[in-house]
């Protein structure tokens, strides 16, 4: 079972330029998640989706936007992205109730 | 102030050595709680849930103390391969969110 993918895993980017990261589960989840990971700060909540069609706002949402494409697909856009933004990023998804998340492999995005 | 603390370490141990980590947090309507592990640049994984009545899985034993609003770990006979950083996740009652510590490092040793 591949559960949570994401790409690219690795990226560079100028100051200023535009991408968006891929997300998709197969595990007929629910809600879906975008993360942060910086040295020393742990795992902080950018972005989720409750359900298809829905997104709420996280703990640092500043810079980004979310599209919850279908059930399976969850993306996240840097419009303009800032070195602030170099981080690790994982994508997880979940069903309900009192179950576990499920990450993906991670991001690694660099802003220079 | 955070949502979850833990002590970040290392805890630097032998082989054998048994090994306990805490967490704190500070929302008392926190509902589910867990245990991920989360190797060097890799994605965190599930160790455990935490029971109310605390729950062991093999070496692994946890513990919930809602009255003082924290969670433990317990590692018994540490094994190298449990070098990893363990990180404490709460959920929040009707909530969809989890709030993750930034992560406890343990180092084992020959």
């Known amino acids: 079972n591949a559960g949570v993918t994401q790409t690219p895993k690795f990226q560079v980017l100028k100051t200023g330029q535009s991408m968006t990261l891929q997300c998709a589960q197969d595990?007929?989840?629910?809600?879906m998640y975008w993360y942060r990971q910086d040295p020393g700060m742990g795992l902080r909540l950018i972005y989720y989706?409750?359900?298809?069609?829905?997104?709420d706002k996280g703990e640092v949402p500043n810079g980004y936007n979310v599209s919850r494409l279908n059930k399976r697909e969850f993306s996240l856009r840097l419009e303009s992205a800032a070195p602030s933004q170099t981080s690790v990023y994982f994508c997880?998804?979940?069903?309900?109730?009192?179950?576990?998340?499920?990450f993906g492999q991670g991001t690694r995005l660099t802003v220079v | 102030r955070k949502e979850v603390e833990q002590d970040p370490g290392p805890f630097n141990v032998p082989e054998g050595a048994t090994v306990a980590f805490n967490c704190t947090y500070s929302?008392?309507?926190?509902?589910?709680f867990f245990w991920y592990r989360q190797d060097c640049r890799k994605e965190p994984k599930l160790l455990m849930s935490?029971?109310?009545s605390g729950n062991e899985d093999g070496r692994f034993t946890a513990q919930l103390n809602r009255a003082s609003q924290y969670i433990s770990l317990l590692i018994r006979d540490s094994k190298l391969s449990d070098s990893a950083t363990y990180l404490c996740?709460?959920?929040?009652?009707?909530?969809?969110?989890?709030?993750f510590g930034s992560g406890t490092k343990l180092n084992v040793k020959p």
């Open positions: 935490v029971y109310s």
């Open positions: 595990m007929n989840h629910n809600s």
């Open positions: 997880a998804s979940r069903n309900r109730g009192n179950t576990e998340a499920f």
């Open positions: 996740v709460v959920r929040l009652y009707n909530f969809n969110k989890f709030y």
């Open positions: 989706s409750a359900s298809e069609g829905t997104t």
């Open positions: 929302n008392s309507a926190s509902q589910s």
